[in-house]
């Protein structure tokens, strides 16, 4: 059975910096892509930054040059650097894979039970 664990939300002020973690575990044969993805109250969810095979990736234009996607392959980990962040970064932000079992049958989607990040004075 897979599990997503994330970590790292919290409260912080603007300005200020956060990093998150999303750590994969069970059945793995490979995991790709991985991604992170938010939800403001209100609002619907939205794509933050994507990270496929190697080092590729992309981003929201609302956060381009200030978060950084990066994975650390033998750990199943995908992290969010977080910097210069503004209050309208407030949200649930959940972590999102497609991830493979064996090497047949293509992989299934799995979504984290998301953390929350609140940018306030």
């Known amino acids: 059975q897979v599990q997503l664990v994330e970590s790292g939300g919290g409260l912080v002020q603007p300005g200020g910096s956060l990093r998150l973690s999303c750590a994969a575990s069970?059945?793995?044969?490979?995991?790709?892509?991985m991604g992170w993805y938010r939800q403001a109250p209100g609002k619907q969810r939205e794509l933050v930054a994507v990270?496929?095979?190697?080092?590729?990736?992309n981003y929201a234009d609302s956060v381009k040059g200030r978060f950084t996607i990066s994975r650390d392959n033998a750990k199943n980990t995908v992290y969010l650097q977080m910097n210069s962040l503004k209050p309208e970064d407030t949200a649930v932000y959940y972590c999102?894979?497609?991830?493979?079992?064996?090497?047949?049958?293509?992989?299934?989607?799995?979504w984290g039970k998301g953390t929350l990040v609140t940018v306030s004075s």
């Open positions: 069970g059945r793995i044969f490979m995991i790709n892509p």
């Open positions: 990270i496929v095979a190697g080092s590729n990736t």
């Open positions: 999102h894979v497609n991830l493979w079992s064996g090497p047949g049958g293509g992989g299934m989607d799995y």
